[in-house]
């Protein structure tokens, strides 16, 4: 945790509304850009960010800075995901998670290569499995440390960074089938 | 270290998470192995297109809903809380009637576009209202509610003494309900579309959670020589034995008062309603004072008047 926000921390419990909104300004962002590329859709990330706030609020006071704040926020908001809101949504939409996002299903190929790059990086980051998924975005797109994602996922420093691999491979191979994968060389080369 | 360890360690490698003794023998691998330094290039230029996504900007009214939860949830602020426990908005009296007595939120076009649209006019000014909550709301002399309202958006905090039953967040078009999923995180129980615009507290703020087949009546009443307006909303198909009256100032529609009347074994009875609306704007304090529908047997908890 960086050495201010706990006092941060114990500004807002002490009373300060002003030291809680700078510790929303300067996490809130990333937390947003978490939740919207877990779920995909702005209102969901809406609600998640909400949620997540909600139960930061309600536990700051047993969290006496156990660790990074950064990485708590995040665990909150992984653990409301999986447990609650996404959970209610699938009940009613009923996604599976390997299927092609909407728009694609009739031709993966033709529709990709449509697609800019990025696009396409995202859709190809959406069909991974949850668990390289989850590992990618906490890594790759929100920047935390292997360290800080053992302590989301709640698993070994050893599985992050060998889960991290599986999910590079996963999405090469990804991008590859839906041939926007041109200059990347193939996966798995051997001398 | 063989192709398939050296190509398993690439990622940390590059990461920096790598242990110093791996990342050596990782190195020396890669001054032999040609292949496993193209794959390390892949690894590499795969992990700067991640990166270089863009990040979904957060919206900014998020913050004012959750900055205001904290303000309103920390532990010093509760002594606040209880000592204005007794203040909260007509917009919040509307989502506290929905959770509390179970309004079906059916649907038919509403007749009062006139009143309407002069109370859409008249509430831009608004900005921020408080209602004195009434406190006979299903027996539960505590509970109590809490509202903010600005730049359009509402949020409204429904508490049992010191425990929170619900929170409710308009975002502009829709009317999401939170209710406990556990002791401490909140789920997301209902998300509502307002069929009319929603304008702080206003007439619209009420009705527009009632859904489109609700019936609405509107009429005029006298008060020491002033009118009101008087919307009397039903639900005859799915909900025949409840009734709202709200009540609004003709010039302004700005609402001035609401009672939420049951039908019982023995007739209407007043089942709760509001006392004191008070705006950011000047409102003859008299109109706080009305009258009830005629058919309406009042119950006295609260200094109303026998009908």
């Known amino acids: 945790m960086r050495q201010d926000e706990g006092r941060l921390i114990r500004d807002y419990l002490a009373g300060s509304d002003a030291a809680f909104a700078i510790l929303f300004d300067r996490h809130h962002p990333s937390l947003y850009a978490f939740a919207h590329r877990l779920s995909g859709d702005p209102q969901e990330a809406e609600d998640l960010c909400q949620s997540a706030w909600l139960e930061v609020i309600r536990s700051l006071r047993s969290y006496r800075g156990r660790g990074p704040f950064r990485a708590w926020l995040h665990a909150i908001a992984l653990n409301l995901y999986k447990d609650g809101l996404r959970r209610s949504r699938l009940d009613l939409i009923a996604l599976d998670d390997e299927e092609l996002p909407a728009g694609l299903a009739t031709d993966p190929q033709r529709e990709l290569e449509r697609l800019d790059a990025a696009r396409a990086l995202e859709a190809a980051l959406n069909r991974l499995n949850p668990a390289h998924r989850e590992?990618?975005?906490?890594?790759?797109?929100?920047?935390?440390?292997?360290r800080e994602i053992a302590d989301i996922l709640d698993c070994p420093l050893g599985t992050v960074k060998s889960r991290l691999h599986h999910a590079m491979v996963a999405l090469r191979a990804t991008l590859q089938e839906a041939g926007v994968g041109q200059g990347l060389p193939g996966q798995g080369a051997q001398p | 270290m063989n192709c398939q360890h050296a190509q398993e360690n690439l990622k940390a490698y590059l990461d920096g998470e790598l242990g110093r003794l791996a990342a050596a023998a990782l190195r020396r691998h890669l001054t032999m192995c040609p292949a496993c330094r193209a794959e390390m290039e892949a690894v590499h230029m795969l992990s700067k297109r991640l990166a270089s996504l863009s990040a979904p900007e957060a919206p900014a009214h998020l913050r004012d809903a959750i900055t205001g939860a904290a303000r309103a949830l920390?532990?010093?602020?509760?002594?606040?809380?209880?000592?204005?426990?007794?203040?909260?908005?007509?917009?919040a009296a509307a989502g506290g009637l929905i959770a509390a007595l179970s309004f079906a939120f059916l649907a038919r076009p509403v007749p009062a576009q006139a009143a309407f649209d002069r109370m859409l006019a008249a509430t831009e000014?608004?900005?921020?209202?408080?209602?004195?909550?009434?406190?006979?709301?299903?027996?539960?002399?505590?509970?109590?509610?809490?509202?903010?309202?600005?730049?359009?958006?509402?949020?409204?905090?429904?508490?049992?003494?010191?425990?929170?039953?619900?929170?409710?967040?308009?975002?502009?078009?829709?009317?999401?309900?939170?209710?406990?999923?556990?002791?401490?995180?909140?789920?997301?129980?209902?998300?509502?579309?307002?069929?009319?615009?929603?304008?702080g507290f206003s007439v619209s703020a009420m009705l527009g959670a009632f859904g489109k087949n609700a019936e609405v009546q509107l009429s005029q009443v006298r008060k020491d020589r002033r009118r009101l307006n008087q919307f009397t909303v039903t639900q005859p198909k799915d909900n025949p034995r409840e009734r709202m009256v709200i009540f609004a100032d003709p010039k302004t529609d700005l609402l001035l008062a609401f009672e939420v009347y049951g039908h019982l074994d023995t007739g209407w009875k007043l089942m709760g309603g509001s006392e004191v609306i008070q705006f950011n704007i000047p409102v003859d304090p008299e109109l706080f004072a009305f009258t009830y529908p005629e058919d309406a047997k009042v119950v006295d908890k609260g200094g109303a008047t026998e009908q």
């Open chain 1, 135 to 146: 590992v990618l975005i906490l890594h790759e797109l929100q920047g935390l440390k292997y």
């Open chain 2, 74 to 91: 920390r532990p010093s602020a509760a002594r606040v809380r209880r000592r204005v426990a007794q203040w909260v908005a007509a917009a």
């Open chain 2, 125 to 199: 000014q608004v900005k921020t209202c408080h209602v004195r909550q009434w406190l006979q709301q299903l027996n539960q002399p505590r509970d109590t509610m809490e509202t903010w309202y600005a730049n359009g958006r509402w949020r409204m905090e429904h508490w049992r003494g010191d425990q929170q039953i619900t929170l409710q967040v308009y975002d502009g078009s829709k009317l999401h309900s939170y209710g406990p999923a556990t002791n401490t995180a909140y789920l997301n129980i209902s998300e509502q579309p307002f069929h009319t615009p929603f304008r």
